[in-house]
Structure formats: C-alpha cells, structure tokens
C-alpha cells in the first residue's frame, strides 16, 4: 500500500477559473454548447477567494487526481481502486491518502489541481487552479492486498469511500467499508459497527459529476478513547 502524505498544496497564481458546462448535476440548466467559464481572483497570502462583492470563501486547494497505474487500462476520467479523478476536497495539505499498488514502482501521478470546491462539484468544475503540490510517500509493505476502495486519513478523521456509476450502490459500498474499517481497526461486530455508522459516521457525496461517482464516510476520530500517533500537528 502506497501512502500519500500531502505536506503542502500551494497556489501559484492569484486566480482560477470555473466553467459550468452542460455537464454537471443540472446538465440542462445552461443552453446546450455553453461554458459559462468565470474566472474568480484570490488572495494567496490571506487565503481567501472573492467570487464576487460580497462574497468571499477561504481556500482549500487540494489536487483532484491522486492515482497509482491501475491494474490494466481505464479511463483516466473515472475514479476506482487505484484513486483517480475522486474530486474530494479533503486531500489537501495535512491529510494522507492510501492506495493499493497495482504495478511495480506504484507509477504514482497527480494533476486537476483546484483551488476550492464543494462537495459534489455539481456543475462539473471546481476553482480549476494551478497550484504546487509537495508530497510525501511511504510503502506500508502487503498492506494493500485486502483493500477494495481507498481510504484517506486527517487529524479530525478517518475516510472510508465507495464508488459506482449508481449512487445508491456507491452510499452502499462506503458504508460496507465503514462496517469493514470498524471490525478491523476496533474490534466491533458487524452489527455494532452498523449500529456505530449510523449514529456517528457522516456520508457526503464527494462528486456526482463522472461516471463513476463518489461517497465519502467521515469516521470521526474523536469518538475513540485512543487513535494510533498522527504525522500531521496544525
């Protein structure tokens, strides 16, 4: 298994540029062929961006594809096992993703930086930024054999996901993974784990805009009397 430890994401130029297209969650809601691109400016130092008078936001940059090579040839656009085009917005500087490796060497790759987006990215784009990422990668070695989706950790949480072209199969598949992390790495049963997910786990979906769509659970760490040492101090 491949971690990713995310040090720092750091914008390069003060700007960034949102296109709702005829894509997107309400693909009908702009005429047929138009971009609707906006370009919103932002301030590095302060972090924040101005998408309009009177309406700022604070940064979250993150990298949109964060992938090893997969078993065999897929679409770059379509999120899985390996990682992939996920979207999720809260890969950014302090959390680490893990990947199971699939080719010698892992063939990491990274790109689709964003300046912000929300969950969902629902007209299809996010703050489309350029942006400097700095990465670290540790190999935890046979650890990724009994994995079926990626997970991500921060100081706050635990991220279980699942993913499928149906979003009610994907919510499906990351509470199993819930279910699964629970039995695992605290020793719950089934049926308290699913008891665990539905009063303390929050499911969000991450993008709803690709093929593959994408649901995250947020297994808070604080319900745990204990948790394993984490890298990343604020």
Same mark, same amino acid.
């Given at each position: 298994m491949l971690e990713i430890r995310i040090k720092a994401v750091t914008p390069r130029v003060p700007y960034g540029v949102n296109n709702a297209g005829d894509g997107g969650a309400a693909p009908d809601m702009l005429p047929k062929g138009s971009r609707g691109s906006k370009t919103i400016k932002y301030d590095i130092k302060g972090k924040v961006a101005h998408f309009a008078p009177g309406i700022?936001?604070? @940064?979250?940059?993150?990298?949109?594809?964060?992938?090893?090579?997969?078993?065999k040839e897929?679409?770059?656009?379509?999120?899985?096992? $390996?990682?992939?085009?996920?979207?999720?917005?809260?890969?950014?500087?302090?959390?680490?993703l893990y990947l199971p490796v699939h080719q010698a060497g892992a063939l990491f790759y990274t790109g689709d930086s964003h300046a912000v987006?929300?969950?969902?990215?629902?007209?299809?784009t996010a703050i489309e930024a350029s942006l400097t990422p700095v990465l670290q990668f540790i190999v935890h070695k046979g650890?990724?054999?009994?994995?079926?989706?990626p997970r991500a950790e921060d100081?706050?949480?635990?991220?279980?996901m699942g993913m499928d072209t149906d979003l009610d199969?994907? @919510?499906?598949?990351?509470?199993?993974e819930t279910i699964a992390f629970l039995q695992k790495e605290r020793g719950l049963s089934a049926q308290?784990? $699913?008891?665990?997910a539905s009063i303390a786990v929050n499911y969000t979906i991450a993008e709803a805009v690709d093929a593959v769509q994408m649901v995250y659970g947020?297994?808070?760490?604080?319900?745990?009397?204990?948790n394993r040492e984490y890298w990343y101090r604020r």
């Open positions: 700022t936001f604070p @940064l979250r940059p993150f990298m949109g594809i964060m992938a090893v090579a997969p078993e897929i679409s770059s656009r379509s999120p899985g096992l $390996y990682g992939g085009n996920m979207d999720f917005n809260r890969l950014t500087t302090g959390a680490s987006q929300a969950d969902g990215e629902i007209n299809g650890a990724g054999r009994a994995m079926k989706w100081a706050d949480n635990y991220y279980v199969v994907a @919510l499906k598949e990351a509470a199993l308290d784990a $699913y008891s665990l947020a297994i808070p760490k604080k319900i745990f009397g204990t």
